[in-house]
């Protein structure tokens, strides 16, 4: 009796634990569940792209002021920093050593006037006595050189007499142009050199401000591409207009318009440069001020992808498609520009694909999803 309760007992077992290995094999067996992730629909829109380009800014002018003679800085007429007009005295260079070589050359000139009118006396007395054959022809020949040597010698008094006046005038030392001055780093009272590796101060004429800029190689063969045209100039016309952002990431107020290319790459950095000119008549912008020049770009019928359904892998660019039996494939796409938080896309997908929005950084290549939340595209 015991013996058959054994041989029941194990026989039940086994049963039983047949029945869980088979209720555990199917368990391992079922399909596993998709991933809930958010879905969008691809569309085309018109878009504008931005790229900014680095750029110096300089006023339209800027001059050095230098002194052209030597001497004492005798007086500063104006301020580090002051609007000056053009023809505005600025400073005042120490003239007597001048005004004296002035006065030794006139003279100069009043005596070399003086010979002129003793060499002609001297020629008028001789060519009556050379009429009567009293005197030999040598002696108005020589009497006619004389005056000729006399002649010159005033002219080169002349010469004398204007530059002194040259010299003496650069001791006043005037605006070239309108705009800002400077640092003036010597006073009054200050020894000044034409050798002096400083200029006086330096002249901004501000009115306009040019944003120099470079493009590489690359980026210069592109933006040739970008525009319509059949030659460069033709380009710079069709370019829309320019924006300048400041230093501290504002817009400044007024558009420019880019209206040169330069006529060759630099060796060293193989890049070529590029202006843009904006007006200032407020002059709120200074020479030497740093800010970026942002061009812009229109697109016809764009793909917009959201920056946030992309992943980088290895300085490539990725999207996760969602196929019919929403099964996801990891697809490389070619970004063209920016507009806002979207990619413009040229390759890799197109109008009507669905793609994953949400968590693709932890998705994996033929995971099965469950859409959620499917809606078109944003529009730029």
Known sequence: MKKDLLIWSLLVGIVLS??????????????????PAEVVTLGAADANTQN??????EGKVNVEIRSQVDGYLEKVYVDEGAYVKAGQPLFKIDEHRYREQLNNAKASLHAAEAAVLNAQLEVDKVTPLVANKVVSDIQLRTAKTAYEVATA?????????ASASISLGYTNITAPVSGYIGRIPKKAGALISLNDPEPLTKL??????????SLSESDFFTFKDNYAGSTLEEKLKNLPPATLVLADNHIYEKQGKVDMIDGQFEKNTGAITLRAVFPNEKGIIRT???????????????????????????????????????????????????????????????????????GVDRLKEGTEIKPEKAKPAVQG
């Not at 900014?52 to 800014?57: E, I, K, R, V």
Request: contains cysteine; neutral net charge.
């Open 288 to 358: 030497g001020n740093t800010g970026k020049v942002r061009l812009e770009r229109q697109f016809k019928e764009a793909i917009l992808v959201p920056q946030a359904a992309t992943i980088e892998v290895q300085d490539r660019v990725f999207v996760y498609t969602v196929g019919k039996d929403n099964k996801i494939t990891r697809q490389a796409i070619t970004i063209v520009g920016t507009s806002g938080n979207q990619y413009l896309v040229k390759d890799g997908v197109k109008a009507g694909d669905r793609i994953v929005t949400t």
């Open 153 to 161: 010698n005033v002219e080169q008094a002349k010469a004398l007499v």
């Open 18 to 35: 047949g029945l869980y290995s088979c209720k555990s094999s199917s368990a391992h067996n079922e399909a596993p569940t998709a991933v």
């Open 52 to 57: 900014d380009y680095t750029a110096s800014l």
């Open 204 to 213: 901004s004429d501000v009115h306009e401000i040019y944003a120099y800029f």
